[in-house]
């Protein structure tokens, strides 16, 4: 599969530790005052080398949620350790 696409998980990739992993993401995103979705597409936009950012969304409230990333897309040098810290946990 191409890089970015995205497909659901299956539930033997539902685990402990990735639910652990994806509420840590998620109290950081919260730090930020961001939704995890919100956190995602800033991680994505902060990335000089991705040109363009395709969210699908399901509704207008879903859109105008990911457009609200859009006011705060800078990361601090620790948030982006605590997240690469968190992506590289070996699940």
Same mark, same amino acid.
């Given at each position: 599969?191409?890089?970015?696409?995205?497909?659901?998980?299956? =539930? %033997?990739?539902?685990?402990?530790?990735? *639910?652990? +992993? #994806?509420?840590?993401?998620?109290?950081?995103?919260?730090?930020?005052?961001?939704?995890?979705?919100?956190?995602?597409?800033?991680?994505?936009?902060?990335?000089?080398?991705?040109t =363009? %950012?395709?969210?699908?969304?399901?509704? *207008?409230? +879903? #859109?105008?949620?990911?457009?609200?990333?859009?006011?705060?897309?800078?990361?601090?040098?620790?948030?982006?350790?605590?997240?690469?810290?968190?992506?590289?946990t070996?699940?």
């Amino acid at each position: 599969m191409p890089p970015g696409i995205s497909v659901p998980l299956s =539930r %033997d990739q539902i685990t402990t530790a990735r *639910v652990q +992993q #994806l509420n840590h993401l998620n109290e950081i995103a919260q730090s930020r005052g961001q939704s995890l979705a919100q956190m995602a597409i800033a991680w994505l936009l902060k990335d000089p080398g991705i040109t =363009r %950012d395709l969210a699908g969304v399901r509704n *207008v409230e +879903q #859109l105008k949620d990911n457009l609200q990333a859009m006011h705060n897309l800078p990361f601090e040098k620790t948030e982006l350790g605590n997240i690469r810290s968190t992506l590289s946990t070996v699940l």
